[in-house]
């Protein structure tokens, strides 16, 4: 029998949050249960019964009292808390305290800064009074280009706090990738950043605000926040404030209570085709969901220190900021976890005596790689949890881990998206953790893994959906009339039933692992991206005529994505166009979306409609046969599939492509992928609905 790398001790269960919850049901309502699996049932068929708890233990502050929990249960279009009103920001400052801050933060130059609680209500209310003078009022979008520094967090907390609904990128990507966001939205202010360093390196972002101040004429004030040069002077831009000048002096909070279904941000999340898709969540949705996860699945309350590494772009920023929902401090870093080693991060978490310390698999992977011992470069005698999330952490990174952190630490990776801005699997401090494996299914999400006919399976690999509504589900998608586009994203496999896009095997024991996106879109180290915004920078080029790409991400194996390109007549790919490619994919997306191989090939797989076959390429190149992936008669060019087929059986035996003419074939290698080639795990088929 498999045996646990890591049990509970009963001090850890008895101190767990989920048995205070546990608890309170049996006290408060007279249920109990015999264990986490029939917890969790209860929870995903009592829909009312469960979320009704979640509010009422944690006591969610709001100016109507809740009494109906779920007027609809319709997926999607569920109804959640009709005619609560309340506010996100009442829920983070109700836990405003003199005995601990509430902000640690460091940037890669390893400057430190403290923000206590009584400072954070302060910034927070003169922004938002500095807002209200521009004109800023419920509804109204103000958007930011800032990095992970507490100055976006006071900047999402003021806007938030006036009903006006938060949008953010970060610095880091470029011109394309911003505009196709910011543009669907119409903003009314920009809060920038004047520049960042990342890698040691010094990035000017003056330059790049002003690009965008001209593609977003809807955008009337700029607020210019100090990144760079603290001096950064704000003339040279019209109609802008500083920083300093918006959040002085001391004014009330006057908190805008607003509808639970009331917009709060709006995230993005690309898909296949198309601009990146503008998903709505609410203000109480989030209070609810990021609750519920953050205090019963991660563990943390007052007196923790939560770090989770992340750009202020990745959904994770938004969930490191539900710390401050359950009182926790939330320790961010501003820079480069790779510069000047691998270790910055792990000196960061040790020096602030951090004690959940979260990232996204790609770093930890990386840090096995560069041979990091944690435990020699930092005292982690306050760390008593770790999280994982971006993309599936194999059973060698869990190992990793416990050899080279601590063997009594509880390893927590956790699995969701940007599109509910939740977790779906995860895990809780009262399970024991094997190999690879998530601990468990999350409470309130009926998650179940389902082959292409919608059959249940257990065991077997299958499309991750989930057959219940929860509250931090999308609103909606802004400006999708009729709901088109979301429908289509989540629902058009499984009507009525949320299609995630991700390949999950459920265990017998309850456990969940996840072997990556089942789609075309790309998943970077936890970011993901439409291929269609790669398109635009690639086939901007007049060299190029076509082009197609994907992400071969998979259980085991970092990130793998190949390019390939249709050259016009006459054109070779050079290296000199490769690095011209990569160039313009990293400013128009990011360094993350440079690809690992350029490819020319004579044509592009397309369908009789036209459209990129990029998903039965990318089941091709992970193993599966060409008769399981594509009909030739519905092809434009079916003959095109056979180089793909080829390069698929190449790399399945370890070999380069092949020497090939100017046109067909050049392979430009840039990092090799972790893991090997790749290719499907023995499920993999039957998962698909395959047999």
Wanted: aromatic share 10%.
């Amino acid at each position: 029998m498999e045996m646990p790398a890591w049990r509970p001790s009963p001090e850890t269960m008895r101190a767990a949050k989920l048995t205070a919850f546990s608890d309170w049901l049996a006290r408060e309502r007279g249920l109990r249960f015999a264990d986490y699996d029939a917890l969790w049932r209860w929870s995903v068929e009592d829909l009312e019964g469960f979320w009704g708890a979640i509010w009422d233990c944690f006591a969610i502050p709001c100016a109507t009292p809740r009494s109906r929990v779920l007027a609809s249960a319709s997926m999607p279009g569920a109804q959640w808390f009709p005619g609560v009103t309340m506010n996100y920001v009442d829920q983070v400052f109700r836990h405003a305290t003199t005995a601990c801050p509430a902000i640690i933060s460091r940037n890669e130059a390893g400057e430190n800064r403290e923000m206590s609680w009584a400072e954070l209500h302060r910034q927070v209310s003169a922004l938002a009074a500095s807002l209200r003078a521009m004109g800023v009022t419920r509804g109204d979008r103000v958007v930011a280009y800032l990095p992970n520094i507490p100055e976006t967090t006071v900047a999402f907390l003021a806007v938030a706090g006036i009903g006006a609904i938060w949008s953010a990128c970060s610095p880091d990507m470029g011109r394309i990738a911003v505009v196709d966001r910011f543009r669907q939205i119409a903003p009314k202010v920009l809060i920038a950043v004047d520049g960042y360093d990342y890698g040691g390196k010094a990035h000017d972002r003056r330059g790049l605000i002003r690009e965008l101040l001209g593609a977003l004429p809807s955008i009337e004030h700029l607020i210019l926040v100090p990144g760079r040069d603290a001096g950064a002077d704000c003339g040279e831009f019209t109609a802008a404030r500083s920083w300093a000048s918006v959040t002085a002096g001391n004014v009330p909070l006057t908190i805008e209570h607003v509808p639970f279904a009331h917009p709060l941000w709006v995230v993005y999340s690309s898909g296949t085709t198309g601009l990146p898709k503008p998903i709505v969540h609410s203000h109480g949705g989030i209070v609810v969901e990021h609750v519920k996860m953050t205090a019963l699945h991660l563990d943390i309350g007052p007196g923790d220190r939560f770090h989770w590494f992340s750009s202020s772009g990745w959904i994770m920023w938004n969930c490191q900021m539900a710390g401050l929902l359950v009182g926790a401090t939330i320790c961010i870093y501003d820079g480069n976890p790779g510069w000047p080693d691998w270790g910055a991060l792990w000196r960061f978490v040790g020096e602030t005596r951090v004690t959940f310390f979260g990232a996204g698999a790609a770093f930890f992977l990386s840090c096995l790689k560069a041979r990091i011992e944690p435990n020699s470069l930092a005292d982690l005698t306050a760390l008593r949890a770790i999280g994982s999330t971006g993309s599936p952490l194999p059973p060698e990174g869990y190992q990793w881990i416990y050899d080279q952190v601590r063997k009594d630490i509880w390893l927590n990776p956790i699995s969701g998206g940007t599109d509910f801005a939740g977790c779906f699997v995860g895990g809780v401090p009262t399970l024991p953790v094997y190999l690879g494996e998530m601990q468990c299914r999350c409470l309130g999400a009926r998650v179940e893994a389902w082959d292409e006919a919608g059959k249940p399976l257990i065991d077997d690999v299958g499309e991750l959906v989930c057959r219940a509504p929860m509250p931090s589900m999308p609103l909606m998608f802004w400006n999708d009339p009729g709901d088109a586009r979301y429908r289509e994203s989540y629902f058009d496999m499984y009507p009525g039933i949320w299609r995630h896009g991700d390949w999950i095997r459920i265990t017998p024991r309850g456990g969940a692992i996840i072997y990556g996106r089942s789609d075309a879109t790309i998943n970077r180290h936890g970011i993901r991206m439409g291929t269609s915004e790669l398109y635009r920078a690639v086939e901007e080029l007049p060299e190029i005529i076509d082009s197609l790409v994907v992400d071969l991400e998979y259980l085991g194996r970092e990130s793998y994505m190949p390019l390939f390109v249709v050259m016009r007549p006459g054109r070779e790919l050079t290296p000199e166009l490769e690095a011209t490619l990569r160039e313009r994919i990293k400013l128009a997306l990011s360094a993350r979306h440079v690809p690992n191989e350029i490819l020319a090939v004579t044509e592009i797989p397309r369908t009789l409609s036209g459209k990129k076959m990029e998903l039965p390429v990318k089941k091709l190149l992970l193993g599966q046969a060409i008769d399981q992936v594509a009909n030739p008669d519905a092809m434009a060019n079916p003959a095109s599939l056979q180089w793909f087929v080829d390069f698929a059986a190449r790399r399945g035996a370890g070999e380069r492509a092949p020497p090939a003419g100017p046109s067909q074939g050049r392979r430009s290698q840039q990092t090799e992928p972790l893991g090997g080639q790749p290719q499907s795990p023995p499920a993999l088929g039957r998962g698909l609905g395959g047999g």
